[in-house]
């Protein structure tokens, strides 16, 4: 069971690159999430979705971008990259019922912007 | 809004003894609450959850955790501490059915003493 999948694991980004984070689940899942997690503070959400063709801003969006074409894939997109973005950048999906359902997360990418 | 707050970013236990984990909450609404562990270089994994119903909530690995609303309180405990419980554990809240958001505590490293 692959549940959901994140690439890159690490990433060093320099300031101003771009990069995208790919996020994928094969759970058939319609939410799908976007989550930072900064050295001692609780995940944030940046973006979400709900669904083919529908994502909405979440508490910190700013600085990123997000598409979802399809059920299976949710990418992340940093445009030009600061050092504020580095964080760990977790991936989740959920059934109906949003995050009030169990929500299944990916393990995780590590992005250091320098 | 909704916000949590975990006391004890490190919490160190002898392997046999009680775990406690606490976690206090804030919303003006009755709360959903939820308890997520993160094992090393892993993702979230969903530990339990209180939505409405039996204030005893029992999870998975022996955890369980009591929703106490004259406290504010869904503190974590586990009557006997193994080797494998060692990781991280996030308290999180949101206030709504189909909420697209948790609210995330900073987290609580638990460390298992041999």
């Known amino acids: 069971n692959a549940g959901v999948t994140q690439t890159p694991k690490f990433r060093i980004l320099k300031i101003g690159q771009s990069m995208t984070l790919q996020c994928a689940q094969d759970?058939?899942?319609?939410?799908m999430y976007w989550y930072r997690q900064d050295p001692g503070m609780g995940l944030k959400l940046i973006y979400y979705?709900?669904?083919?063709?529908?994502?909405d801003k979440g508490e910190v969006p700013n600085g990123y971008n997000v598409s979802r074409s399809t059920t299976e894939d949710f990418p992340l997109r940093l445009e030009l990259a600061a050092p504020s973005q580095t964080s760990v950048y977790f991936c989740?999906?959920?059934?109906?019922?949003?995050?009030?359902?169990?929500?299944?997360f990916g393990q995780g990418t590590r992005l250091t912007v320098v | 809004a909704q916000s949590v707050t975990q006391l004890g970013s490190h919490v160190s236990v002898s392997e046999g003894a009680l775990v406690l984990l606490r976690c206090n909450y804030s919303?003006?609404?009755?709360?959903?609450l939820f308890w997520y562990v993160q094992y090393p270089n892993q993702g979230l994994q969903l530990l339990l959850k209180?939505?409405?119903?039996?204030?005893l909530v029992k999870g998975i690995n022996g955890f369980e955790a009591e929703f106490k609303k004259s406290e504010t309180s869904f503190h974590l405990t586990k009557p006997s501490a193994h080797m494998s419980d060692a990781a991280e554990y996030f308290c999180?809240?949101?206030?709504?059915?189909?909420?697209?958001?948790?609210?995330f505590g900073t987290g609580t490293r638990l460390t298992v003493i041999p």
């Open positions: 989740a999906s959920s059934h109906q019922g949003g995050m009030n359902t169990e929500a299944f």
């Open positions: 759970m058939n899942h319609n939410y």
């Open positions: 979705s709900v669904g083919a063709g529908i994502t």
């Open positions: 919303s003006s609404v009755p709360p959903y």
């Open positions: 209180y939505t409405t119903g039996a204030t």
């Open positions: 999180a809240v949101s206030d709504k059915a189909g909420a697209n958001n948790l609210f």
